[in-house]
């Protein structure tokens, strides 16, 4: 992920939004990450038919063109399926912007390249207005300075230093183990020697 995230911003004020609603159970039967953009939002997106809900705001320009969501309060509560923030990855978007996530989401945007910065209610609420504009204005993220920036906006948002360096390095837990393989290793090969010395005692 590079350091700046721009884009259209799309207002998604629901509160409450738990992962069944990013990502309906459904589509949890497939055993690889493809195909999963199609199930965020699935029941939000399209109807019964499979046909695109004109109501929702993904399926209307510009916001069809968004990477960037302003989400209602506990956003990505609920189970702890990591398949939500797939399929939000998936269907292109980058961050979301709100004024606290649920744990477990939060944990799993931040292994997945998903950026939440944290906003208070006031400025989330600005931001809903701004998004709201059908002109499709843009949003401009700095997670190194962790700002966020718009025309007329100007604000910093919170963001754990750990979830900070994950974002802008492209890290997550597997690769940041590797960076210590070297230390691992001998850790594994002095148990083996310590284990055959006990065994020769």
Known sequence: MTKTIKGIAAPLPLANVDTDVIMPKRFLITITREGLGDGAFADLRFDNAGRQRPEFILNKPPWTQANILIVGDNFGCGSSREHAVWGMRQLGIDACIGTGFAGIFYDNARKNGLALPVVSPEMRDLFLQFSSDARGKEISIDLERRTI??????????????????????????LDSLEHAGAIRDYEEALQREARVSVIK
């Open 149 to 174: 920036t718009t025309s007329g906006i100007n604000t910093t948002f919170e963001m754990d230093d750990a979830t900070q360096v994950a974002l802008i390095r492209g890290r997550d837990d597997t």
